[in-house]
C-alpha cells in the first residue's frame, strides 16, 4: 500500500535552509582555518579605517604531538593514615600544577592514581622538551611556613658601606669584562658559562636561557642585542640591574609580528586601579585633555617627568621600552600599534586612569636564543636586608592537621589548625606579639593565605576564617596538608617526546586524517552517485564544525585523539549509508524521488538512532573509567558521533532537497532511479 504523501517542504524554506549551513561553514571554517579569514579582515580594517580583531585560537596538541615530557612519580603515604592519602594526593598535585605554571606550560596534565598500595603522580608537559627543567622545578616535598610583618626600618647605607658595595660592583663588572674579552678571543662560550656565571638556574646549561619571548625576565637584555648577528659575543657589558651579563646571541627568527617602543602619561582618578590617586573621573579627563593640547614631540618627556602618575615616571619619563602584542592592556594597544611613529596620541582610558602614548619607533619582532653569563652586583638589599614578611620559626613539620569546618554562630566555612607541642608554643608566641596584625602563610614561598590575629591562640589550635565558599576552604585545607604531610614523592619513570619526533607524528596523523577523508568520500562517490555526493559536501562541512570545535572547547589533541576523529569520518557517512540503502528500496517500490527521500529518513531514523546511542555509550565508559591516553580518543569519537547525526540528518537531507529540485532531478542513473520510471507528483 502507497503510504500517504507528507506535505513537501517549500522551496523557500530548503533556501533558507542551506543560507543558515553555509553560514555556519563560513564561520566554522574561518575557526578552523583562519589565514584566508585574518587576510579578509585585514583589507577590511583598511578599507573601514578599524581595527578588526584577528582569528587567533591555535589547536591544543598533546605531548606526543607536540614533544615534550613525561614524568612518573611514586609518592611515599606509608605516615600517612589510609582515610587522608587521596586528599594529601590531592594537595600535592595542587603545589605542582602552581609550580609547573611558572614553566608557561600550555594546557598541563597532572593526575594521582592508586593501584594496590601504590600512589603515582603522572606529570605530562607538552611543549617541554629539557626534562631537567620540569624535574628540578616539581621537587620533592612542598615548603609550608609561617611568617610575620617585618617591622625593621630599612636604614641607608653608611658611607663606608656604600664604598664598600661600589668597589665590590667595579670588581663585578671587571671580571664580566675578563670573561667577554675571552669569549671575543674564540673560548667555547657555554664552558666559560658553566666555570662561572652566578645565575645558579642556567650553571649546569652553559648560561643556556632558551628563546627570550615578551615576558622573560631578559627580555631588557634582548633588546640591548637587537642588532647582533646569530653566533656573535655582544661586545658591550649589559647591565641587567641585578647583574653585569655577557651576551652571545646563539640564533635570531624574524617574526611576522612589530614591536613598539613608546613612552606614556598616566593619570589616575578615584576608582581606577591608580591607587594614589584623589581626583574624580571629570577632573583627570579634564587634566589630561589640557597636557594633550600642549603636547608637542619635544616637550612630551618633559611633560611626562612632571605630571605623569606611573611609578618611576620622574626617572625614565614614562620610557615603556619595546613591547609586542599581549603585554599592555587591551585599550592601550589598541591605541598605540595602529599609532604613527613620532606622534602622541588622543586621550586612552584604561583600567588604570587617563593615558597619553607617544610611539616612538616600530620595528619587526624577532626570537632571539641567547646564552648569558652572568656576574652578580651587590644591592643595598644585601648589605641591609629588608622583606616585608620575616621566618618565625613555624614551618609545616610542627602542622599536625588541616581540616574544613563550620562555625556553629554563623554557619561560615573555615579551616582549622592543629599543631604539635613546640608548633603550639611558637604559635602562641607568634599570635601574642601579633594581635591586630597579619600572619602570612607560605606555600612553596607563595602567600596562599594571610589572616588577622584577632587574639592570642593558645594550646596548638586556630582557625582561618574569611569569606570562603567550600571550595575555596577545601583547597586552602588540601595545600595545607601538602605542606605538612611528610609525602616525598620519588621519580621513578621520565620520558622525553621531541619536538621534530613529536612533528612527525602530527605529519603522519594529518595524512592520515587527509587519507581517510579522501577514502571514504570516493567510496560514497562511487556507489552512491548524487546522494553520495551530498554526503561528501556534508562531510566537509562537518569537518570544519569538528574543527573549530576542538579549538573553541579546547581539545587537547593527542594520536589517539587525531584516531578517534579518523574514526568519526567514518561514522558521519554511516548514518548517510543506511538512508541511501533505505532510499534505494523506495525507489525500487516505485515511489517519487522526493517522497522516497522523505521516506527513507523517516524509516532509518530509528536506526541511526540506535547506532549513534551505543557509541556514545561507548565513548562515555571510556572517557570516564580509562587512563588520559584512551580519554583523547573517547572525546574526540563522541563528538564527532554527535556531530555526524547532525549533518546526516540536517545537512545531507537539505541538500539533497535542493538537488531533487535542479535539473540532476531528469537524469535516473544518480540517484538509483529505475530507468523505466515515470516522473512522480512529488518530484515537481
Known amino acids: 500500500m502507497k503510504p500517504e504523501k507528507r506535505k513537501s517542504v517549500t522551496k523557500k524554506s530548503i533556501y533558507t535552509r542551506l543560507g543558515w549551513l553555509?553560514?555556519?561553514?563560513?564561520?566554522?571554517?574561518?575557526?578552523?582555518?583562519?589565514?584566508?579569514?585574518?587576510?579578509?579582515?585585514?583589507?577590511?580594517?583598511?578599507v573601514?579605517?578599524?581595527?578588526?580583531?584577528?582569528?587567533?585560537?591555535?589547536?591544543?596538541?598533546?605531548?606526543?604531538?607536540?614533544?615534550?615530557?613525561?614524568l612518573e612519580y611514586e609518592a611515599?603515604?606509608?605516615?600517612?593514615?589510609?582515610?587522608?592519602?587521596?586528599d594529601a594526593l590531592d594537595g600535592v598535585r595542587d603545589v605542582i600544577e602552581r609550580r609547573i605554571n611558572t614553566l608557561g606550560v600550555s594546557e598541563p596534565l597532572i593526575q594521582t592514581t592508586q593501584a594496590g598500595d601504590s600512589w603515582r603522580v603522572t606529570v605530562e608537559l607538552a611543549g617541554i622538551n629539557n626534562v631537567n627543567d620540569a624535574i628540578n622545578l616539581i621537587g620533592e616535598t612542598p615548603i609550608l611556613e609561617f611568617k610575620e610583618p617585618n617591622t625593621e626600618a630599612a636604614r641607608p647605607l653608611t658611607d663606608e658601606e656604600r664604598a664598600q658595595m661600589d668597589a665590590a660592583n667595579a670588581d663585578a663588572k671587571s671580571r664580566a669584562e675578563a670573561l667577554r674579552d675571552r669569549a671575543l678571543a674564540g673560548e667555547d662560550f657555554a664552558t666559560l658559562a658553566k666555570e662561572n656565571t652566578e645565575n645558579k638556574a642556567y650553571k649546569d646549561k652553559g648560561g643556556d636561557v632558551g628563546v627570550v619571548n615578551a615576558t622573560s625576565e631578559f627580555r631588557a637584555v634582548a633588546d640591548r642585542v637587537y642588532d647582533v648577528p646569530a653566533g656573535t659575543v655582544f661586545d658591550s657589558i649589559v647591565d641587567m640591574g641585578r647583574s653585569f651579563a655577557v651576551v652571545k646571541v646563539e640564533d635570531v627568527q624574524t617574526t611576522t609580528s612589530t614591536e613598539v617602543h613608546a613612552r606614556h602619561l598616566l593619570l589616575g582618578f578615584d576608582g581606577s586601579a591608580s591607587k594614589t590617586a584623589t581626583r574624580t573621573k571629570e577632573e583627570a579627563k579634564t587634566l589630561i585633555e589640557k597636557l594633550r593640547a600642549q603636547a608637542t614631540s619635544d616637550n612630551f618627556e618633559q611633560l611626562v617627568r612632571d605630571n605623569s602618575e606611573d611609578p618611576g615616571a620622574k626617572q625614565s619619563g614614562g620610557d615603556l621600552g619595546y613591547f609586542g602584542k599581549g603585554v599592555m592592556l587591551p585599550e592601550f594597544e589598541e591605541a598605540v600599534f595602529p599609532q604613527k611613529v613620532g606622534t602622541i596620541s588622543d586621550v586612552v582610558e584604561t583600567a588604570y586612569g587617563f593615558h597619553l602614548i607617544q610611539k616612538l619607533e616600530e620595528r619587526p619582532a624577532k626570537d632571539m636564543h641567547l646564552r648569558i653569563i652572568e656576574i652578580n652586583k651587590t644591592q643595598e638589599s644585601d648589605i641591609v636586608p629588608q622583606d616585608q614578611w620575616k621566618s618565625t620559626g613555624l614551618t609545616g613539620k610542627q602542622l599536625q592537621s588541616a581540616a574544613v569546618e563550620f562555625q556553629q554562630r554563623t554557619g561560615g566555612v573555615q579551616v582549622?589548625?592543629?599543631?604539635?607541642?613546640?608548633?603550639?608554643?611558637?604559635?602562641a608566641d607568634l599570635t601574642k606579639r601579633n594581635i591586630g596584625k597579619q600572619i602570612a602563610i607560605f606555600l612553596d614561598g607563595e602567600v596562599i593565605s594571610a589572616p588577622v590575629v584577632q587574639a592570642e591562640?593558645?594550646?596548638?589550635?586556630?582557625?582561618?576564617?574569611?569569606?570562603?565558599?567550600?571550595?575555596?576552604?577545601?583547597?586552602?585545607?588540601?595545600?595545607?596538608?601538602?605542606?605538612?604531610?611528610?609525602?616525598?614523592?620519588?621519580?621513578?619513570?621520565?620520558?622525553?617526546?621531541?619536538p621534530s619526533l613529536g612533528a612527525a607524528s602530527l605529519a603522519k596523523s594529518l595524512v592520515a586524517g587527509l587519507i581517510g577523508f579522501l577514502l571514504v568520500a570516493l567510496y560514497m562517490l562511487i556507489i552512491y552517485r548524487l546522494p553520495g555526493?551530498?554526503?561528501?559536501?556534508?562531510?566537509?562541512?562537518?569537518?570544519?564544525?569538528?574543527?573549530?570545535?576542538?579549538?573553541?572547547?579546547?581539545?587537547?589533541?593527542?594520536?589517539?585523539?587525531?584516531?578517534?576523529?579518523?574514526?568519526?569520518i567514518g561514522i558521519a557517512v554511516d548514518a548517510n549509508v543506511l538512508v541511501f540503502e533505505r532510499l534505494k528500496e523506495e525507489l525500487r517500490d516505485g515511489r517519487g524521488t522526493s517522497q522516497a527521500l522523505e521516506d527513507a529518513f523517516q524509516r532509518a531514523w530509528p536506526s541511526i538512532r540506535d547506532g549513534h546511542a551505543t557509541v556514545l555509550i561507548s565513548s562515555a565508559v571510556l572517557f570516564w573509567f580509562t587512563s588520559s591516553i584512551i580519554k583523547g580518543f573517547a572525546l574526540t569519537l563522541g563528538i564527532?558521533?554527535?556531530?555526524?547525526?547532525?549533518?546526516?540528518?540536517?545537512?545531507?537531507?537539505?541538500?539533497?532537497?535542493?538537488?531533487?529540485r535542479t535539473k540532476l532531478a531528469e537524469y535516473n542513473f544518480l540517484y538509483f532511479k529505475p530507468k523505466d520510471s515515470s516522473a512522480d507528483p512529488s518530484d515537481s
Open 22 to 46: 553555509a553560514l555556519l561553514f563560513v564561520v566554522s571554517g574561518s575557526i578552523a582555518y583562519s589565514a584566508p579569514a585574518n587576510w579578509v579582515l585585514e583589507k577590511a580594517s583598511s
Open 48 to 70: 573601514i579605517g578599524t581595527k578588526i580583531p584577528q582569528i587567533d585560537k591555535p589547536f591544543v596538541l598533546g605531548l606526543d604531538l607536540q614533544g615534550g615530557t613525561h
Open 76 to 86: 611515599d603515604v606509608s605516615k600517612v593514615a589510609p582515610a587522608d592519602r587521596t
Open 416 to 427: 582549622s589548625l592543629q599543631f604539635d607541642k613546640e608548633g603550639a608554643d611558637l604559635f
Open 457 to 498: 591562640i593558645l594550646g596548638g589550635q586556630a582557625v582561618i576564617s574569611g569569606n570562603f565558599s567550600i571550595d575555596e576552604a577545601k583547597t586552602l585545607s588540601r595545600r595545607l596538608q601538602a605542606g605538612a604531610l611528610p609525602i616525598p614523592i620519588e621519580l621513578i619513570a621520565q620520558n622525553t617526546v621531541g
Open 533 to 568: 555526493f551530498s554526503a561528501i559536501i556534508s562531510l566537509f562541512l562537518y569537518a570544519a564544525i569538528i574543527s573549530a570545535i576542538f579549538k573553541l572547547i579546547p581539545v587537547t589533541l593527542t594520536l589517539s585523539g587525531v584516531a578517534g576523529f579518523i574514526l568519526s
Open 640 to 660: 564527532g558521533t554527535l556531530l555526524s547525526l547532525f549533518t546526516a540528518v540536517v545537512t545531507t537531507r537539505t541538500i539533497l532537497r535542493y538537488l531533487l
